[in-house]
């Protein structure tokens, strides 16, 4: 399991809405701004980070990364609750079981520096692998002696030298890896299968067959009753029933081309088994996709939806009727798919407002996020700003505003009712594109008008029939780009 992050406009209910939420992606345009940390409905109840740490700057991007995934255990015998957290180079546990007074109880090196570290829990242990660096060794710890320390198990270059992410299943007691290097398979390997009727000693069961050629390597993997839901990376999302590892059978598969197909990264499977949720992670900016898999051998597109134009959503994990998300450079959003025709926004929480400016692309902000714990906290990694635990409020509702900014385009009255106008402000005559998305990633009105010098006035007409709700604007002209958030009354 993987999963999220950070920020872009802010969401903001109309009763509480008092200022607009101006983002930009410039071309040649210098901005200044200062900026409020955006949140909805969720609000910050502890922190922990340390910029003293190994860092490196994240690709396609000047930030820092320090922090990659995260996961959660509770102590049931003490109902005690803890975070293990990989970092660049080491593995942190922290005890979060008060969580404004987070205690780091330990640290372990993890044999390399990486930027991609994956940690799962089976009963009281934990199994970590690495990715994306020189070759290191799975590891596994023993958390029963928490909060005084942390047992290192093993650290075994057999089970694992590289590997891109795990899943275990408790049921049939078997630990999946993905995108993996081991002894038990020359090069990259799809996917390997181990038992864990002896947790401290993984046994391996064989491997991925990749039946008809469909798959190829395995990203990531979500398990239902030994059913695999693989990412196969450019190879889409690919079905197999794994029950009987020497008579695996290929149920079905999402080939491309799909609507906004890409690098398939990660997925979920609702509850009842019906409907699965996946994203893609490359090229950024790609939407979440909704689809129905009651028969799996014809999964069927429902909808695409996205917090805002430009996010990349990372990891998602559905419980119930929300759905939990992480979006580079978007923040930790959570979903309401109670309609399953209609997701909504229920919240979200900024944990990188670093990205003032637009969505840049590249690994940015939130990573993961863990939302098990029975206390309703959800603890969320920033790659950046660390570990962050989040409760529900729903008084909360903190625009992310810009300040001191060089701005030459505004869109309002926000929230609107009948029409939208936007004002230019440019030194010369523009042509201005206009595009409104719903939060599904859909296009709903759309044109441009050239705009000449001084303050002039772009009005969007046709749009007084839209129903109540949050609504995405981009504005494009030679020079810039506007992607704000806009609130129908």
């Not at 593995?91 to 205690?103: C, G, K, L, Q, V």
């Not at 890896?177 to 947790?199: C, E, K, V």
């Not at 419980?319 to 580079?328: C, D, P, Q």
């Not at 042509?431 to 939060?439: E, R």
């Amino acid at each position: 399991m993987n999963i999220y992050d950070n920020c872009s406009p802010c969401l903001k209910t109309p009763s509480s809405l008092t200022m607009l939420v101006i983002l930009f992606l410039g071309i040649g345009i210098q901005t200044h701004v200062v900026i409020a940390q955006g949140a909805y409905r969720y609000e910050k109840v502890g922190h922990w980070n340390d910029t003293n740490l190994v860092s490196q700057n994240t690709p396609f991007s000047n930030a820092k990364q320090t922090w990659s995934d995260l996961m959660g255990w509770t102590d049931v015998r003490n109902n005690r609750k803890y975070i293990i957290m990989g970092s660049i180079d080491s593995i942190y546990f922290f005890d979060i079981t008060n969580p404004d007074s987070i205690r780091k109880c330990d640290v372990f090196w993890g044999k390399n520096r990486v930027i991609n570290r994956d940690i799962e829990v089976y009963q009281h242990y934990a199994y970590c692998v690495s990715d994306n660096g020189p070759d290191g060794a799975f590891q596994l710890f023993d958390l029963q002696y928490l909060p005084d320390s942390v047992r290192l198990v093993r650290e075994d270059t057999t089970i694992s030298r590289r590997t891109h992410s795990l899943f275990i299943d408790s049921v049939s007691k078997r630990m999946y890896m993905n995108s993996t290097n081991s002894s038990f398979a020359p090069g990259r390997d799809g996917m390997q299968i181990f038992s864990l009727q002896d947790p401290e000693n993984p046994t391996y069961l064989g491997r991925l067959e990749d039946i008809n050629g469909v798959c190829g390597r395995v990203h990531e993997a979500y398990f239902r009753n030994d059913t695999a839901y693989c990412s196969c990376e450019y190879n889409g999302l690919q079905i197999f029933d794994l029950r009987n590892i020497n008579n695996q059978i290929h149920l079905g598969g999402i080939t491309p081309p799909y609507p906004f197909n890409g690098y398939n990264h990660t997925s979920w499977l609702s509850d009842n088994g019906k409907h699965l949720v996946f994203t893609d992670e490359l090229p950024y900016g790609l939407p979440i996709k909704l689809y129905d898999v009651s028969d799996v051998r014809s999964p069927d597109y429902i909808l695409n939806f996205n917090s805002n134009t430009g996010a990349t959503p990372h990891n998602v994990i559905w419980i119930g009727n929300k759905l939990f998300t992480s979006a580079y450079e978007d923040g930790m959003w959570v979903w309401d798919m109670t309609d399953i025709n209609a997701p909504t926004v229920y919240g979200y929480y900024d944990t990188y407002p670093e990205n003032e400016a637009g969505f840049y692309g590249g690994l940015s902000g939130c990573w993961g996020v863990y939302p098990f714990f029975n206390d309703g906290v959800i603890a969320a990694s920033d790659m950046t700003n660390g570990l962050f635990l989040l409760k529900y409020n729903q008084q909360v509702s903190v625009p992310k505003v810009a300040g001191n900014m060089n701005t030459t385009m505004l869109a309002y009255p926000n929230p609107f009712e009948d029409a939208v106008n936007v004002s230019y402000s440019g030194m010369q005559s523009e042509l201005v594109y206009y595009k409104l998305f719903n939060v599904q990633g859909k296009i709903i009105a759309e044109g441009s008008q050239l705009l000449v010098n001084g303050n002039n006035k772009l009005i969007m007409q046709n749009i007084n029939s839209l129903t109540s709700g949050m609504y995405f604007l981009q504005l494009t002209t030679p020079a810039q780009m506007l992607n704000q958030t806009l609130i129908k009354q």
